[in-house]
């Protein structure tokens, strides 16, 4: 049998295969380029942009729990002009698409950031962070309420012709109503899900483990919830989804495609093993060998009820 295709389509962006990584798991490229070759990659999901300079929050900002990890990071980044300036060259050096987390703590500042960003040639789409836990201005109300969600979708398609992939938060009660309302508002795929809005206290200190007060969960403990809200998702809405949430091994991506994903991240995973994300590429391949599939497509949306 031929070797499978694994391409697939988001808007214009075409990725080579249906593997990215989760956004701020990965720094912007360089951090990693020496661990994994970034030409394998499907896409480079690069940490959250603002507008401006964002120096993200007070430590200690992670935390080990049993089967996951909790942060409270805050999105620290170099802002648009330094993300041009800095990663976009080394970025450009490499084949792989490039998607950039966008984020703002008003709804203007997601228009801002696009305007600054949207002439360079090395960005390819733009994953709009609509539901981070763990920073208290914008994302995560721009997340849970229908109508600035939709607001924000609308300004920032007014800005680009590239493609945007909204990113879900998971503590909504329909996650159908806001897949309808991202394509409604000119999106062309879906990010579900974004970390679990959790914490953790020091039963020694009574103090919380992490200088915020709250963050976000993240790993193997939240995968059944992420693949949850992807198939509820799917039923709702025809855009792509790219799913992530605990995928740690082949076998976790391939439960995303046959809950409805398109397209998967991997995010925590990337903490512990680098390699996570081309051993998940090899899997797949290797998975629809044997289920005799010659196109990831024929995977995606095949629950058995029966």
Known sequence: MNKPNLAVQIGSMTMQNPVTVASGTFGYGPEYAELVDLNRLGAITVKGIAPDIHLGNPTPRTYETRGGMLNAIGLPGPGAQGFIDTYVPFLADYTTPVIVNIWGKTIEEYGNVV?????????????????????????????????????????????????????????VSDIGAFAQAAEKAGADALAIMNSFPAMGIDIKTRKPVLANGSGGLSGPAIKPIAIKLVHDAAQK?????????????????????????????????NFIDPSTAIRVINGIETYLIDQGLNDIKQLVGTVNYG
């Open 115 to 171: 305007e600054q960003l949207d002439n360079e040639t090395g960005i390819h789409a733009y994953e709009i962070n609509l539901s981070c836990p763990n920073i208290k201005e914008g994302g995560s109300a721009f997340g849970t309420d229908l109508s600035i969600f939709s607001h924000v979708i609308e300004l920032v398609r007014e800005k680009t012709k590239k493609p945007i992939i909204p990113k879900l938060a998971p503590n």
């Open 237 to 269: 809405t025809n855009l792509p989804i790219i799913g992530m949430g605990g995928i740690f091994e082949p076998e976790d991506a391939v439960e995303f495609f046959i809950a409805g994903a398109s397209a998967v991240a991997v995010g925590t995973a």
